[in-house]
């Protein structure tokens, strides 16, 4: 088998800097078109508590029509996390049901910065 030289894959080192650079489009393109999106239909009902942007929204996602279900169903989530108690990130770490997923959390972030993957 025949395996390309880093040269070839890499570009040359005069080049380097264009391929450093060519992570910055896709932030470019976001940069300049995400302002033309709408905002998320159950961010604005829920936090924001605007039913008219709300029903703008989803008419600017999914065309005209019946979305009264849809609407119903944020709704519903939004009752829910009313009565989901939020907890503080001390809360969290004092919290004896959530301290395996936390230790697990720990180790895996712990292995994978130093396992060297970041560095490849």
């Keep these: 088998t025949h395996f390309l030289p880093a040269r070839e894959l890499l570009g040359s080192q005069t080049l380097w800097p264009m391929l450093m650079a060519s992570c910055g489009v896709p932030a470019l393109v ?16 829920m ?5 008219e942007g709300c029903k703008k929204a989803i008419r600017q996602l999914w065309g005209e029509g019946q979305h009264q279900a849809e609407i119903d ?3 519903k989530e939004k009752a829910t996390m009313k009565n989901t108690k939020i907890l503080s990130v001390l809360e969290l770490v004092k919290e ?25």
């Excluded at 936090?47 to 039913?51: C, F, I, L, N, V």
């Design 73 to 75: 169903d944020i709704m």
């Design 96 to 120: 004896p049901a959530f301290r395996w997923q936390l230790y697990m959390i720990v180790i895996l972030t712990a292995t994978i910065q130093l396992c060297g993957i970041n560095a490849v």
């Design 47 to 51: 936090h924001k508590g605007d039913q």
């Design 30 to 45: 976001q940069l300049v078109t995400l302002p033309f999106f709408p905002e998320s239909p159950p961010y604005l009902l």
